[in-house]
C-alpha cells in the first residue's frame, strides 16, 4: 500500500470512529449553562448585512469571538425552525468541527515528529496512536456536547492547522507561514486564549534550530514573530479589560498575587492529574486551594511543577525535543486559565482540551516504541513487544471510549449533568446554582434554598445562587429574607435584571407597594422588560400599586394599559378583576371576569371564578 492510499484511510477510520464514538450526543438537549443565552440572541439566528455587522463588531460586553459566532448563525440557518431541529444542528456541526480536529491534530504530529527523525515508520505508528488516544478522552466530552463550547473544538482545528503550516513551513517552503498567521487570526477570532500558540511555535522553532541549525536564525524570527505579536497582543490587551468589566477576574487566591502563585501551581498539577488520571469526570472541580505560606501542600505542588518544568529543560538540552515541546504545550495552553487572573471556575474539562495532547503524545510514545520493538530469539516470540503494545492500545482506547460514550449521556439535558455533578461534588458552586434554577421550574424550593445556600458558602460572592435563593424565598412568601438576598445579590452585580425583577415582585408580595411602584417604573423606564406578558403584567402592578399610595386616576391609566394587552390571558385579566373589585368598581371587574372565565380549563379556580362572578352580580343587582 502506498503512503498516499495509506493516508487516506487513517483519515477515514479516524473519521468514522470519532462520529460513532460521540454520535449519542445527538439527541441531547441545550443544557441551562449558557445555552440559554444562543436562543436570546437574535443576532445570530438569520444571516443578513445587519446581523453580520454585529457579530463582526467590538462592543464592550463581551470577548470577541465572530468564528463562532458565525458558526452559530450557519446553524440557525440550516436547522431554523423549532429550537429542537436548532439543537440537534448544533450537536451534528460540533461532532464534525471535532473530527475535523483530531485530522488537523493527526497532520501535526506527523508533520512534528518527522521534523525530528528520519524513521518515518515510527513517525506514523506513533501520531497515529497519539492522535486516536487523543480523539477517544474524555475529558473532551464538554467541549463537543456543550453547545456554547462550540470555541473549543474551533480553537483546536485552526491551533493545529496554524502550527502544521508553522512546522511545514520550517521544514519545507515559507509560503506556509501565510496559512501558519491566517490560520492564528481564525483561531483567536475563535477564541481569545489563542494568543499563547505563538509561544508554542516559538519553543518548536527553538528545538528546530538546535536539531538542524538554519543560518540568520534570530533575524528571520524577528521577521516571522513581530507580525504575530502585533496580533495577538492587542487581543491579549482586549481579553483583559473585557473580563474585568463584566467581573470575569475575581479577587486573588489567598489575598495577594504571590499568595495566588501557590493556587496556580496546585491548579496546574490538578490538571495533569484531571487528564492523565481521572476517571470520574464532572462538570465542575471545586479544589480545596491551599494558598498558605506556611502550608507543606503549598510547597508540594510548587516542588512538583519545578521538577516537570525541570524535566522538559534536561530533555531539551538532551535533545529529546518532543518531550521537552510538550511540557512546554502542556503549560502554555493552560496559563490563561491557570488562575493567574482568578476567574469563577477552579477547574473546567474544556480548558484541558489542548494541553491534553501531551499526555496521549507521552503514552502513545510508549505504546510506539513497544510497537516497532522485537526481541531476540529466545523464550518469547520477537513479536511478544507488540501483542503488549496492541493489547494495552486497546485497553486503553476502549477504557478512554467507555468513559467518552458514557459522559456523552451525562450531558444528555440540564438536570442529569448538574445531578451528576452535585453526586461528585457537593461543594460545586456552578452544580449548585444550575440545579438549583431547574427545581425552580418544578417549584421545589426548599430544595432549592439548600442548593444556594451551599453554592453561596463555597463562593460567598456567587450573585446567582444569592438571587436564585432570593426567588425561592418570594416562592415560599419569605419575603423580607428575599428582599435582603436581592439586594445583596444587585449590590455584586448591579446590572442584573433578573434580581432586579425579583426585587420588585418581594417589595409586592410583601404588600410594600410604594417600593414595588419605584422598581417597576424604573424596570420600564430602562426598557428591562424580558416580554410583552412581563410588560402587561408590570402595568397590572403599576395600576395597583397606583391605587394602593391613593392615586386611583395613575391607576386606572396603568390597569386600562394593561388591560389592553390582555388579550388570552386568563390569569392576568383575574388579576385586573380583582383589582378593580378591589377599587369598587364592580362593572369593570365582572367584564374582567366574564372574559376570564371562558378562556380557562375546567378547574377549581374556573369555579372559585364563577362563584364570584356570581356573588359580585346578585351583589350589586347585575
Known amino acids: 500500500m502506498n503512503n498516499k492510499n495509506r493516508y487516506y484511510i487513517v483519515a477515514f477510520l479516524l473519521a468514522v470512529f470519532v462520529f460513532g464514538l460521540y454520535f449519542n450526543i445527538l439527541d441531547n438537549e441545550a443544557t441551562n449553562w449558557d445555552d440559554p443565552a444562543l436562543f436570546k440572541r437574535t443576532a445570530i439566528h438569520d444571516i443578513n448585512m445587519d446581523n453580520l455587522k454585529k457579530v463582526m463588531s467590538f462592543n464592550g460586553g463581551g470577548t470577541y469571538q465572530p468564528i463562532r459566532d458565525l458558526t ?4 440557525f440557518e440550516l436547522w431554523g425552525g423549532g429550537i429542537a431541529d436548532v439543537v440537534f444542528g448544533m450537536h451534528l456541526h460540533s461532532i464534525v468541527l471535532y473530527i475535523l480536529m483530531i485530522l488537523a491534530c493527526w497532520l501535526f504530529l506527523l508533520e512534528l515528529f518527522k521534523a525530528f527523525s528520519d524513521d518515518h515508520e515510527f513517525c506514523f505508528i506513533w501520531a497515529c496512536i497519539a492522535s486516536v488516544l487523543f480523539a477517544v478522552h474524555p475529558v473532551h466530552v464538554e467541549s463537543v456536547a456543550w453547545l456554547y463550547a462550540r470555541k473549543e473544538p474551533l480553537l483546536g482545528l485552526f491551533t493545529f492547522i496554524s502550527l502544521w503550516a508553522f512546522v511545514r513551513a520550517r521544514t519545507y517552503h515559507w509560503k506556509y507561514y501565510l496559512i501558519s498567521l491566517i490560520s492564528l487570526v481564525l483561531a483567536i477570532l475563535s477564541k ?3 494568543v499563547m500558540i ?20 534570530w533575524k528571520k524570527r524577528l521577521m516571522l514573530y513581530i507580525p504575530m505579536l502585533l496580533v495577538a497582543i492587542p487581543m491579549v490587551v482586549r481579553l483583559l479589560s473585557v473580563m474585568y468589566q463584566v467581573g470575569g477576574v475575581k479577587p486573588y487566591h489567598g489575598g495577594s498575587f ?13 490538571y495533569l492529574g484531571l487528564i492523565g488520571f481521572t476517571i470520574n469526570y464532572s462538570a465542575d472541580y471545586p479544589i480545596a486551594l491551599f494558598t498558605d505560606i506556611h502550608a507543606w501542600q503549598a510547597w508540594m505542588f510548587a516542588a512538583l511543577n519545578v521538577m516537570l518544568i525541570a524535566s ?4 531539551y538540552f538532551m535533545k529529546r525535543y518532543i518531550y521537552a515541546i510538550f511540557v512546554a504545550w502542556f503549560y502554555f495552553f493552560l496559563l490563561p486559565v491557570s488562575h493567574i487572573f482568578p476567574i469563577s471556575q477552579i477547574m473546567a474539562d474544556r480548558y484541558a482540551l489542548l494541553s491534553s495532547l501531551s499526555w496521549c503524545v507521552l503514552l502513545g510514545f510508549g505504546i510506539a516504541r513497544l510497537w516497532r520493538w522485537r526481541l531476540s530469539p529466545g523464550r518469547l516470540s520477537p513479536e511478544f513487544p507488540l501483542l503488549v503494545a496492541c493489547a494495552l492500545f486497546c485497553v486503553v482506547t476502549a477504557s478512554y471510549s467507555y468513559m467518552t460514550y458514557e459522559r456523552n449521556d451525562i450531558w444528555q439535558n440540564s438536570q442529569v449533568l448538574w445531578e451528576d455533578a452535585l453526586a461528585k461534588y457537593p461543594d460545586s458552586s456552578p452544580a449548585n446554582v444550575n440545579l438549583s434554577a431547574i427545581y425552580l421550574g418544578q417549584r421545589r424550593f426548599r430544595e432549592v434554598q439548600e442548593l444556594c445556600l451551599a ?3 463555597a463562593k460567598p460572592y456567587d450573585y446567582l445562587a444569592i438571587s436564585n435563593l432570593a426567588l425561592a424565598q418570594v416562592m415560599m412568601k419569605q419575603y423580607e429574607n428575599a428582599i435582603n438576598n436581592y439586594k445583596q445579590a444587585i449590590k455584586l452585580k448591579p446590572d442584573l435584571p433578573k434580581a432586579e425583577m425579583g426585587l420588585a415582585l418581594a417589595y409586592w408580595g410583601k404588600g410594600d407597594y410604594e417600593n414595588a411602584y419605584l422598581l417597576y417604573s424604573q424596570l420600564m423606564r430602562e426598557g ?21 399610595m391613593n392615586r386611583r386616576d395613575q391607576a386606572y391609566v396603568y390597569l386600562s394599559r394593561a388591560e389592553k394587552m390582555a388579550g388570552d390571558r386568563p390569569i392576568l385579566l383575574r388579576d385586573l378583576g ?28 374556573k369555579s372559585r371564578l364563577i362563584d364570584i362572578l356570581d356573588l359580585l352580580k346578585k351583589r350589586h343587582g347585575m
Request: proline share 7%.
Open 72 to 75: 452559530y448563525m450557519l446553524d
Open 192 to 194: 481569545p486564549t489563542a
Open 198 to 217: 505563538p509561544a508554542v511555535m516559538f519553543v518548536i522553532d527553538l528545538a528546530l534550530q538546535s536539531h538542524q541549525r538554519q543560518p540568520s536564525f
Open 258 to 270: 504571590w499568595t495566588n502563585l501557590f493556587a496556580v501551581s496546585q491548579i496546574l498539577i490538578n
Open 312 to 315: 522538559g529543560v534536561a530533555a
Open 455 to 457: 453554592a453561596i458558602k
Open 528 to 548: 428591562k422588560v424580558p416580554n410583552p406578558e412581563s410588560e402587561a403584567q408590570y402595568y397590572y402592578r403599576l395600576g395597583f400599586s397606583s391605587w394602593k
Open 578 to 605: 380583582m383589582a378593580y373589585n378591589s377599587m369598587g368598581d364592580i362593572p369593570k371587574a365582572v367584564e374582567m371576569f366574564e372574559d376570564a372565565i371562558p378562556q380557562l380549563q375546567e378547574s377549581e379556580l
